[in-house]
């Protein structure tokens, strides 16, 4: 976490020098010390996030490639005068088991055009969509498989 504070005190400056890079040293350890002490972060929290790095960026690929599917699955009801049966939907899974989980399912859904999260309680989801057939297998989609297997680590 301390390197990518410091990227990001780069990218925002637009250059380096021994002035920026010092200073941004100085920022980022106090930030990044913040980070330790008061919400609860560490050494071990980024080295558990960069073993599952590999896992997570093969969920944000899937997201990407199911992003530009709904895209054309919504062009019918751009282009047409096609009326949408749009539906409310509950759904819960026992899949994805941790809070972190739920809430990138969650977030995945709502990101995929067509379809958002209203609510997520006690792991149940309550999910509106712009046609009834893009609420079908949501306990079951690609995004709980990834992240089933992203909490296996």
């Not at 976490?1 to 200073?23: D, Q, R, S, T, Y």
């Not at 969509?129 to 992203?150: A, Y």
């Given at each position: 976490m301390?390197v990518?504070?410091f990227?990001?005190?780069?990218?925002?400056?637009?250059?380096?020098n021994?002035?920026v890079?010092?200073?941004g040293?100085?920022?980022?350890?106090?930030?990044?010390?913040?980070?330790?002490?008061?919400?609860?972060?560490?050494?071990?929290?980024?080295?558990e996030?960069?073993?599952?790095l590999?896992r997570l960026?093969?969920?944000?690929a899937v997201l990407?490639?199911e992003?530009?599917?709904?895209?054309?699955?919504?062009?019918?009801?751009?282009?047409?005068?096609?009326?949408?049966?749009?539906?409310?939907?509950r759904?819960?899974t026992?899949?994805?088991?941790?809070?972190?989980g739920?809430v990138?399912?969650?977030?995945?859904?709502?990101?995929t055009?067509?379809?958002?999260?209203?609510s997520?309680k006690?792991?149940?989801?309550l999910?509106?969509c712009?046609?009834?057939?893009?609420?079908?297998g949501?306990?079951s989609?690609?995004?709980?498989?990834?992240?089933?297997?992203?909490?296996?680590?």
């Amino acid at each position: 976490m301390f390197v990518l504070f410091f990227a990001v005190w780069v990218l925002l400056n637009g250059k380096l020098n021994w002035e920026v890079a010092l200073f941004g040293l100085v920022i980022t350890a106090a930030l990044y010390f913040f980070c330790c002490r008061f919400l609860r972060y560490g050494i071990k929290r980024d080295l558990e996030t960069i073993r599952r790095l590999p896992r997570l960026i093969v969920l944000f690929a899937v997201l990407v490639r199911e992003i530009v599917k709904a895209c054309f699955a919504l062009l019918p009801f751009i282009y047409t005068k096609k009326e949408p049966d749009s539906v409310v939907t509950r759904f819960t899974t026992d899949r994805v088991k941790t809070e972190a989980g739920r809430v990138l399912l969650a977030n995945c859904i709502t990101m995929t055009p067509g379809t958002i999260t209203g609510s997520l309680k006690d792991g149940e989801y309550l999910v509106h969509c712009l046609d009834r057939s893009m609420g079908l297998g949501l306990d079951s989609s690609c995004f709980v498989e990834k992240l089933e297997k992203w909490e296996e680590m």
